[in-house]
């Protein structure tokens, strides 16, 4: 490679491969120097060529292939949620709902018509509010709390990282994580630093870690953590708080995607006596993606801030889209709906899951939309079996943040939608080939 990589420090080096790749000297593919080479050629300390590349990586401006090296990633290096386009196989691994769970939005269309909203009018409607202050605040009873308005959950969070954070700046994520989450922080220019996840939320350790390292935002999934399904249990709360009680202004994002359907009580990061923080709740998961829409209750700098970044006529939530989500989440009958579903995806994951552990592969069915199925073989062999079974399932290895670390032996499995005679096909063919 005859490229000029300078720089005496790891941000020096980091800013100047990011340089040469923003100017087209350095393309998708493109190998780097080895680290020891790179050391050499820049009379710098191995350790300082590490942390650059690893910055890099963190950032996702690079790909880490072992042996391979270190290649300069392309666009399309973060895996998307959603179906899978252009595919004959049948989807496993799409994280959706089940539209027929969704309510129907038609009679609360025609209640919602009203006076237009006008350019400098309240960004958020009324009725929303009140109803989102007095839902958030039996949760997180805080004197403080503020409610905005955003177009789902991920542009809260890319919002609230971008009031809090200068590029560079360390963001504690879940590991594994959101697939959005970590697109959010890579093309905010953010350094991703991982969060271990076990059967109780993030870990104390991994999170203590996280905050030695610098972090100046953390992002949290209290319930149906993605892709784990984990909820964070009373206890682990109590003692995540505890280590984060000498930070009170590091910015915690909680994002409470699954609220309504969740089968967990909500416990929190967020203590008595932290000052920034957010609670996001988006409406997809119940009312439909295609909603756009997410509450977050914040604390009231947090929320001036965001709403320098929500100005009417421009970025604004449309108050139509307000109304409606207003409109299905005070109706009974949508609320009932909305109730069914959380029952259907919990019963539907537990039958699959039990089915699963009499047949020898032991899964724990926590919450949320999907299972995470544990095997005995890397699930990048178990998926390539099941696309010869004519399935499409997602492995653990795309929700990773380390691209360094072994293979996963988790698939993430979306079946609660299978018909009874899919899903048994299905529970055959994963069998076979996880062995």
């Known amino acids: 490679m005859d490229v000029d990589i300078s720089g005496s420090t790891a941000a020096e080096i980091a800013d100047s491969v990011r340089s040469l790749r923003e100017r087209g000297m350095l393309r998708a593919g493109d190998a780097l120097p080895p680290v020891r080479e790179l050391a050499g050629i820049l009379g710098v300390n191995r350790n300082t060529a590490v942390a650059a590349y690893r910055q890099l990586?963190?950032?996702?401006?690079?790909?880490?292939?072992?042996?391979?090296?270190?290649?300069?990633?392309?666009?399309?290096?973060?895996?998307?949620?959603?179906?899978?386009?252009?595919?004959?196989?049948?989807?496993?691994g799409s994280g959706n709902p089940d539209p027929q769970l969704i309510p129907d939005p038609t009679a609360a269309l025609g209640r919602i018509v009203g006076r237009p909203v006008l350019y400098g009018e309240p960004v958020i409607d009324r009725g929303l509010e009140e109803w989102a202050r007095e839902w958030m605040i039996t949760d997180l009873p805080r004197e403080d709390l503020r409610i905005s308005v955003t177009s789902g959950a991920v542009d809260a969070v890319e919002r609230l990282l971008a009031q809090a954070l200068t590029r560079d700046d360390a963001v504690a994520l879940e590991d594994p994580c959101f697939l959005a989450s970590i697109h959010t922080v890579r093309l905010g220019g953010y350094r991703a630093v991982p969060v271990?996840?076990?059967?109780?939320?993030?870990?104390?350790?991994g999170l203590q870690a996280a905050l030695d390292a610098g972090v100046r935002a953390i992002i949290s999934t209290p319930r149906a953590q993605n892709p784990t399904g984990v909820s964070l249990s009373p206890a682990r709360a109590a003692a995540l708080r505890e280590v984060l009680a000498p930070h009170p202004y590091v910015l915690i994002i909680e994002d409470d995607h699954f609220s309504l359907l969740s089968t967990h009580p909500y416990a929190s990061l967020i203590g008595a006596e932290h000052r920034r923080y957010a609670l996001v709740r988006s409406v997809s998961k119940f009312l439909g993606p295609d909603m756009c829409?997410?509450?977050?209750?914040?604390?009231a700098t947090t929320a001036e801030r965001l709403a320098m970044r929500l100005s009417p006529g421009t970025t604004w939530v449309s108050h139509l889209l307000q109304r409606l989500a207003h409109a299905q989440l005070t109706d009974p009958g949508a609320r009932a709906q909305i109730e069914r579903a959380a029952a259907h995806y919990a019963q539907r994951n537990a039958a699959f899951a039990s089915e699963l552990t009499a047949r020898g592969i032991d899964t724990v069915s926590s919450d949320g939309l999907s299972l995470w199925v544990r095997l005995d073989v890397p699930a990048r062999v178990a998926a390539e079996r099941l696309m010869r079974r004519g399935w499409l399932a997602r492995t653990g290895d795309e929700f990773r943040l380390d691209d360094t670390s072994a293979a996963s032996p988790h698939l993430r499995l979306t079946v609660h939608d299978l018909s009874d005679a899919d899903a048994t096909r299905l529970l055959a063919d994963l069998t076979a080939s996880a062995r």
């Not at 292939?65 to 196989?89: C, F, K, M, N, P």
């Not at 271990?196 to 350790?205: I, K, Y």
């Open 57 to 92: 990586a963190q950032a996702g401006l690079v790909i880490s292939r072992g042996r391979g090296g270190t290649l300069i990633a392309g666009a399309g290096s973060v895996a998307q949620e959603g179906v899978a386009a252009d595919t004959v196989l049948q989807d496993i």
């Open 196 to 205: 271990p996840v076990d059967d109780e939320g993030m870990t104390v350790d």
């Open 293 to 299: 829409l997410a509450l977050a209750a914040t604390d």
